[in-house]
């Protein structure tokens, strides 16, 4: 059982998915600061406000003794929309990258066509033809 396991996770494809996995979680972090680094700052300034805290307050919270807000039931939208924007970036760079390596691909050449003989039909054309000389 250990061997076929070891088999099994030494494979090239287990091993590529493993790489792409660890790239594309590292890959994730740089689309992330970029969105809320670069990209929400930039959609804050169009809602005056930070991107991260546009929320819809649907029932207003109580604000208690420390200050902190109890009870507000509130629609998160603006975390969405930077998670919807990490995820449209993200798969755009891996649309790109995937046509990329496509096109650096070797493309298959053809076999060559084997010549193709005489079709059934010319042959007994060719017979009909040697016959009728004799």
Partial sequence: MLKEFKEFAMKGNL?????????????????????GGIVSPLIGLIFQSDFKDLKWVINEGVA???GEVVGEVAVLYGDFLTNLINFIIVAAVIFMMIKAINRMKKKEVPAPETPKGPSQEDLLIQIRDLLAKE
């Fill in 64 to 66: 208690n003794e420390t």
């Fill in 15 to 35: 091993v590529d998915i493993a790489v792409g996995f660890a790239m594309g979680a590292a890959f994730n972090r740089i689309v992330t600061s970029f969105t």
